[in-house]
């Protein structure tokens, strides 16, 4: 599934056309400087390495720089879009890196158009969009009546924070929602 990306990179450019805007122009500017060459100096030479080669060199450095970005962000999409709902502390765990950078790589790819969703601040967990309506609020647990005030997905197994059993949560038919 095709997905439009925000570009980030220099002046706005994606890393595709940092490549070919670079590539084109480092070629050109060799070609322009490589033929006259094997004639002797040319002046052409002068002109065109300060103004051809040297920004050209600095785009595709650039665009590899971007390209990596992208690819990592694109990654790190698929990873989160593999899951309903996730911990941001069992994210930044499962990832080995901290908080701080995992929100900033959730953002970035929120901002990409790459993976859509929220971070639920109550409960402390990022959810996917169009799976808010699979949940089911469980008020109390059905072992010891405790209250859990939790959203839960049918099927899903989380322990009750207060006499530690698996609690199941149960499938709800969709005319009952």
Not at 20 to 34: E, K
Not at 149 to 155: I, Q
Request: charged share 20%; proline share 5%; aromatic share 10%.
């Amino acid at each position: 599934m095709p997905t439009e990306t925000k570009a980030k990179g220099f002046m706005s450019l994606d890393a595709t056309t940092l490549l070919a805007a670079g590539g084109f122009v480092l070629v050109f500017s060799l070609i322009t400087i490589l033929v006259p060459w094997s004639q002797g100096v040319s002046i052409l030479a002068y002109i065109c390495i300060p103004a051809g080669v040297v920004p050209a060199s600095i785009a595709l450095l650039l665009g590899v720089v971007e390209w990596r970005r992208e690819t990592a962000a694109q990654e790190f999409a698929e990873w989160v879009n593999a899951h309903r709902r996730i911990g941001m502390e069992e994210m930044a765990r499962q990832l080995g890196t901290t908080r701080f950078e995992t929100e900033k790589r959730l953002a970035d790819a929120i901002d990409r158009g790459l993976v859509k969703g929220v971070i639920d601040r109550a409960a402390d967990e990022f959810v996917l969009a169009g799976t808010k309506s699979q949940q089911v609020f469980l008020e109390k647990c059905p072992y010891c009546g405790g209250d859990v005030n939790r959203w839960a997905f049918p099927e899903e197994r989380f322990t009750c924070p207060y006499c530690e059993r698996a609690v199941s949560v149960p499938v709800v038919p969709a005319a009952a929602r």
